[in-house]
C-alpha cells in the first residue's frame, strides 16, 4: 500500500465509525421536532406537577436520560442537547436525573406560572399536624416502589415511638394503594394495633390503569411475605400479588368505607369519621394518592343510579346506548372498552376541540373507531342535563339536542384533596419550580 493511501483510509476508517452515530443523531433530532409539535398541539408540552429541567449550561449530550426514560417522549434531543418535549407525561421514575453523568437534569414539582400544591413534610413523614402523616403520592412523590419505601420507614418511624398500648388505636391508616398497603404490612409485622380503611378496593390507582398495562417497578421487601423482585410486570399480575399477600399475612382493609373527616381531639388523639363510623387513634397516616373525589358534572340528574364514575366491568353493559363524558384517556379507554361490546351505541361527549392530553396508542386506536363507525364523538358539547333514558346536551354553537341514553360514564378528572387536607390543619405549600428529593 502506497504511503498515500494512509490518511485516505484513515479518514474512511473514521467515516466508518462516525456515520452510525451521526444517523442516529440526525433521527433522534427529527424524532424530537415531531414530538414537540405533537406536545404542543395537545398541551403535553405543559407539565401537570412532577418533571425534568435540563441545564443546558451543564448537558453534554450523552442522550443517556432519554434512553433511560420508560415514558414517551418526555426528552428529546435538540442541538446536541437534552430538552423536555413532553413533560405532562413524567410520572416521576427519576431515572433520568441518575442517569445524566454530569447532573445536569433535575426533577422539580410545578412551573414559574404554575404551582403545585405539596402538603409539608417532615422527615419522618410527619406533618405541622403531630400524630397526622403522609406517604406517597399526596406527598408529592409518586411511583409504586416509593410508595413502599415510605410506607415503611413511617410505618417503623411510628413503632419506634411506641405502640401496642390500651386505650386508642396505635394508627388508623387511610387509602390502600401501595403507600397504604405498605404502612399497613409493616404496622400488622410490628404487632401495632390499627386499622386500615379504603374507600374503594386494595390497589388504589393501580387498579385503575388500563388493561394489561406493563408496570415497572422495583425490588421490594414485603414483611410477613418476602422479597417481591420483579422489574416489569402485567398490572393483573401485580393486583393479584396484592391480594396474595393480603390474604397471606391476614391484614384486614375495611374497604368501600371512605374517611369523610379527621378531627384532633384535646388529648392529641385522632377522631377518623367514615361513611360507616369513627375510629379513635393516636395517630393517622393519609397515604390516599393525589387522584382525590372524581370530578362531577353539576348537572340535574347526575346522582341518577345509571351515571357512573368508574367502569370496572365494560362486558356487563351491552345492548346499551351509553353516552361517555370526558377526554382524557380515561374516557377514551373507556369508551372503546364500551363500543367493543355486542349491541351497544356509544357516543362520548367532550368539552374540548380535540382530545388532548392522550397516549399516542389510544389517539390511534379512538382515531381508527370513529373512523369506523364504532362511536360517535362530540367535540365541543357540554352536557346540560340527564333524565330517565336520555340526556340533553348542549353544542358549541350554543346548539341544545337530546340523545336517547340509558347509562353515563363520567371521566373529568379528579378534584384534589387540598380542601381535605386543609379542613385536617395541613400546612400546604404551593411550589413553583423547585426540586423535588427522589428517594
Ligand atoms: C396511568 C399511570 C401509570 C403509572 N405507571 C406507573 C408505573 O409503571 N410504575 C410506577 O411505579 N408508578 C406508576 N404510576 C404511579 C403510581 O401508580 C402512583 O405513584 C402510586 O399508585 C401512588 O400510590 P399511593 O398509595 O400513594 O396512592 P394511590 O395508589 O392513589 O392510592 C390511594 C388510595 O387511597 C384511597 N382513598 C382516597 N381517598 C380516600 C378516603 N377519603 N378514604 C379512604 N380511602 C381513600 C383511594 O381509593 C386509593 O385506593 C402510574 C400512574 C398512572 C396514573
Known amino acids: 500500500m502506497s504511503d498515500a493511501l494512509v490518511p485516505v483510509i484513515g479518514l474512511l476508517l473514521a467515516l466508518a465509525v462516525m456515520l452510525p452515530f451521526a444517523i442516529a443523531h440526525r433521527r433522534r433530532e427529527r424524532a424530537t421536532a415531531a414530538a414537540a409539535v405533537e406536545a404542543l398541539r395537545y398541551g403535553?408540552?405543559?407539565?401537570?406537577?412532577?418533571?425534568?429541567?435540563?441545564?443546558?449550561?451543564?448537558?453534554?449530550?450523552?442522550g443517556n436520560c432519554i434512553s433511560v426514560c420508560p415514558e414517551e417522549t418526555v426528552l428529546g434531543m435538540r442541538h446536541g442537547q437534552a430538552v423536555v418535549v413532553a413533560p405532562a407525561r413524567c410520572i416521576g421514575h427519576g431515572l433520568c436525573e441518575r442517569a445524566c453523568p454530569v447532573d445536569a437534569i433535575r426533577l422539580v414539582f410545578g412551573t414559574e406560572r404554575r404551582g403545585v400544591d405539596i402538603p409539608r413534610i417532615r422527615e419522618n413523614f410527619e406533618t405541622n399536624v403531630p400524630g397526622l402523616y403522609i406517604v406517597g403520592e399526596l406527598g408529592g412523590m409518586g411511583l409504586i416502589g416509593n410508595a413502599f419505601e415510605q410506607g415503611r420507614q413511617c410505618a417503623d418511624g411510628i413503632f419506634r415511638e411506641g405502640v401496642g398500648r390500651g386505650g386508642p388505636l396505635d394508627a388508623v391508616v387511610v387509602g390502600c394503594g401501595p403507600a397504604g398497603l405498605s404502612t399497613s404490612l409493616n404496622l400488622l409485622h410490628r404487632r401495632a394495633r390499627f386499622t386500615t380503611i379504603e374507600r374503594e378496593d386494595i390497589g388504589g390507582t393501580v387498579r385503575h390503569y388500563p388493561r394489561k398495562k406493563l408496570v415497572l417497578t422495583r425490588t421490594v421487601q414485603v414483611p410477613g411475605y418476602g422479597k417481591l423482585d420483579f422489574r416489569e410486570i402485567p398490572k393483573e399480575d401485580l393486583m393479584e400479588v396484592w391480594h396474595?399477600?393480603?390474604?397471606?399475612?391476614?391484614?384486614?382493609?375495611?374497604?368501600?368505607e371512605p374517611a369523610t373527616g379527621i378531627d384532633r381531639l384535646e388529648d392529641g388523639t385522632f377522631s377518623v369519621t367514615t361513611t360507616t363510623g369513627a375510629h379513635h387513634a393516636r395517630r393517622v397516616v393519609l397515604a390516599i394518592g393525589r387522584r382525590g373525589v372524581p370530578r362531577r358534572l353539576g348537572v340535574p340528574g347526575e346522582d341518577s343510579p345509571d351515571v357512573a364514575y368508574s367502569l370496572r366491568e365494560p362486558e356487563a353493559y351491552q345492548q346499551d346506548?351509553?353516552?361517555?363524558?370526558?377526554?382524557?384517556?380515561?374516557?377514551?379507554?373507556?369508551?372503546?372498552?364500551?363500543?367493543?361490546?355486542?349491541?351497544?351505541?356509544?357516543h362520548l361527549s367532550y368539552r374540548g376541540e380535540r382530545f388532548g392530553r392522550i397516549k399516542e396508542a389510544n389517539r390511534q386506536r379512538i382515531d381508527a373507531a370513529l373512523q369506523a363507525g364504532h362511536l360517535r364523538a362530540m367535540f365541543?358539547?357540554?352536557v346540560l342535563e340527564i333524565a330517565p333514558g336520555r340526556v340533553h346536551l348542549e353544542n358549541g354553537a350554543g346548539r341544545a339536542g337530546t340523545l336517547d341514553i340509558d347509562r353515563v360514564f363520567v371521566f373529568i378528572g379528579g378534584a384534589l384533596p387540598t380542601a381535605f387536607l386543609r379542613a385536617c390543619g395541613v400546612a400546604i405549600d404551593t411550589r413553583f419550580g423547585t426540586a423535588a428529593r427522589v428517594r
Open 44 to 62: 403535553l408540552h405543559e407539565p401537570v406537577s412532577l418533571h425534568p429541567v435540563v441545564d443546558p449550561a451543564g448537558c453534554i449530550g450523552t
Open 244 to 256: 396474595d399477600i393480603v390474604q397471606r399475612t391476614g391484614l384486614e382493609v375495611r374497604t368501600g
Open 321 to 346: 346506548r351509553i353516552l361517555v363524558v370526558g377526554g382524557g384517556d380515561s374516557a377514551v379507554e373507556a369508551a372503546l372498552a364500551l363500543a367493543a361490546q355486542p349491541g351497544n351505541t356509544v
Open 380 to 382: 365541543s358539547s357540554r
